[in-house]
């Protein structure tokens, strides 16, 4: 078996410091008999006669190794090896994604899942699994934030810290065992949420693998935490564990591995080294950041000029205001909100009225894309509407208030029509927002999440779930409500026209969240 080492310079291109394993490419086909291009044993075939699926699990939010993507697809270095090893096993292994504890206990109590990706062989573990041949070898690493915080020249300087690693990784037990001397271990569920704990100071130091860490640190913006030491020679050791019933897996996934050649290896870790955004530069493991969105912190998309607020109950951001005429006029230059009565809908910071639903998500996918090409977006996030579930916990503000401001009539901020409003119909009694039709997005009432309009200025579109994102309702109220028929039941009210998710009409606008979805 041959093994490659991977120069500096091919290193920092590609983000990864990896040793890879493979074989001689196809050393083991060449001369084989036609229909058997892995050579494989009359009982290996005969095993795999009666094992058409192979489900493979991986963990779905460690890039670039595996991860789910925007659109939900598995994406990385073990998916695109199960791709090769698929051409040699006529697309038998099947990808289920998952949390790392979710898979780990699903193959070793050969339930629901038959093997898994980046599983480092121990000994502990050979009671439930059997291990391939590593296929990678990634440097595990000390992360800090150098000499802002604690120096880590090398592993001498571990004990007394606050070690961040993941959940359930072995390198938690191997800690508190002692191994680099007395340290305090604080166990993350992600590898970005256990660097976020660093650069914030909740932890002195990140241990664990490189390639992860400094992909998350590069694509998410984690600032001012850069690597320090090794903590092995060896480092992260990355094969496939196969439940512990199917000892004759263990022998065609090698030969299978030992089918991909030098070139293709390279291939693969070349791609995802290329995922870097053109606008990092790197410079002696520190990296120059851009600004992009970090959970905790409220976001301003740049040269758009839309704010967002970080809401720590929903885990995402929602946008501070409607979206306004000028931010639609981004993608729809000639766009007309119109007028009513001479009163215009039209000025740039009024919110974006005669909107369809398919508008409004087509002006979501459309800065997805934009800042996705910017690499501004954290990983599994997008921009999108709200679901009807997000719609209502930040117009209740997490409690189970009657209406958008409490649970008194009538209003205490917000447009509605009311001793101003522009229609002959119904009108609030003792209250007056001072506007006939919409109003500036900054002057249509804040409420307790520092959230403005909602529930008021323009009704806002909601889709059916984060993995359903057809058309749910028009939800709110609008300039044009002038009494409680529309808002009956605590902040579910949605409009008479509700259905209707291609009407455009001078009350229907859209708000916009940035948030993961499927």
């Known amino acids: 078996m041959k093994i490659l080492f991977v120069n500096r310079k091919t290193l920092l291109t590609c983000l990864l410091f990896l040793t890879i394993l493979i074989g001689p490419g196809m050393t083991e086909g060449i001369g084989a008999e036609a229909g058997n291009p892995l050579n494989l044993t009359p009982k290996e ?43 040699s096993l006529g697309n038998r292994l099947v990808i289920v994604p998952g949390a790392w504890k979710e898979i780990f206990d699903k193959v070793k109590k050969q339930n629901g899942l038959d093997a898994l990706m980046d599983i480092t062989p121990r000994v502990e573990r050979q009671q439930w699994f059997n291990f391939t041949r590593p296929y990678v070898i990634v440097p595990q690493t000390i992360f800090s934030k150098g000499k802002r915080g604690k120096f880590y020249a090398s592993t ?43 650069a914030n100071g909740k932890a002195d130091a ?33 094969a496939i564990g196969i439940r512990k019933d199917w000892p004759e897996l263990v022998g065609i996934l090698n030969k299978a591995l030992n089918a ?23 410079k002696k493991d520190q990296v120059v950041t851009v600004k992009m969105p970090r959970p905790g912190y409220d976001w301003t998309v740049p040269k758009i000029g839309m704010e967002f ?5 929903l885990n995402c951001w929602v946008g501070k205001y409607e979206v306004t005429n000028a931010q639609y006029r981004k993608l729809e230059s000639g766009h007309d909100s119109s007028a009513y009565k001479n009163y215009s809908l039209n000025g740039d910071e009024q919110p974006a009225a005669f909107i369809s639903f398919t508008d409004a998500k087509t002006y979501a996918d459309w ?46 901020y917000g447009n509605y ?77 949605y409009s008479r026209t509700a259905k209707n998710s291609s ?16």
């Open 309 to 313: 607020v970080w809401i720590k109950e």
């Open 45 to 87: 075939l005969a095993w795999l006669k009666t094992h058409k699926k192979i489900r493979i699990g991986i963990n779905k939010n460690w890039p670039p190794m595996d991860f789910i993507d925007y659109d939900g697809k598995p994406q990385g270095i073990g998916v695109d090896f199960i791709a090769e090893l698929n051409k």
């Open 156 to 198: 001498n300087d571990i004990p007394g810290s606050k070690i961040a690693v993941e959940k359930g990784f072995f390198l938690a037990s191997d800690f508190r065992k002692g191994r680099w001397g007395k340290v305090k271990v604080k166990e993350y569920p992600t590898t970005s949420d256990a660097l976020y704990a660093v």
């Open 417 to 493: 029509h009311d001793q101003s409003g522009a229609g002959p119909w119904h009108k609030i009694e003792y209250y007056n927002d001072k506007y006939p039709v919409t109003c500036p997005v900054k002057e249509s009432g804040k409420n307790d999440w520092g959230l403005y309009g909602v529930g008021g200025n323009l009704w806002e579109a909601t889709i059916k779930s984060s993995s359903d994102g057809s058309f749910e309702a028009w939800r709110g109220a609008s300039w044009r409500i002038g009494g409680t028929g529309s808002m009956k039941a605590p902040c579910e009210f």
């Open 206 to 238: 990140y241990a664990g693998n490189q390639a992860v860490a400094l992909y998350e640190i590069t694509m998410k913006r984690i600032p001012g935490v850069h690597a320090q030491c090794k903590l092995a020679s060896r480092g992260s050791v990355n």
């Open 367 to 412: 800065l997805t894309k934009l800042e996705k090409d910017q690499g501004r977006l954290p990983l599994g996030f997008r921009y999108s509407l709200p679901t009807r579930q997000e719609w209502q916990a930040f117009v209740q503000c997490g409690d189970n208030r009657k209406y958008p401001w409490g649970n008194s009539w009538p209003p205490k």
């Open 503 to 518: 009407g455009r009409i001078g009350s229907h606008g859209f708000r916009l969240i940035l948030g993961q979805r499927k």
């Open 260 to 282: 991909i050649d030098n070139k293709t290896a390279f291939r693969i870790l070349k791609y995802w080294g290329s995922k870097i955004p053109k606008n990092v530069k790197t």
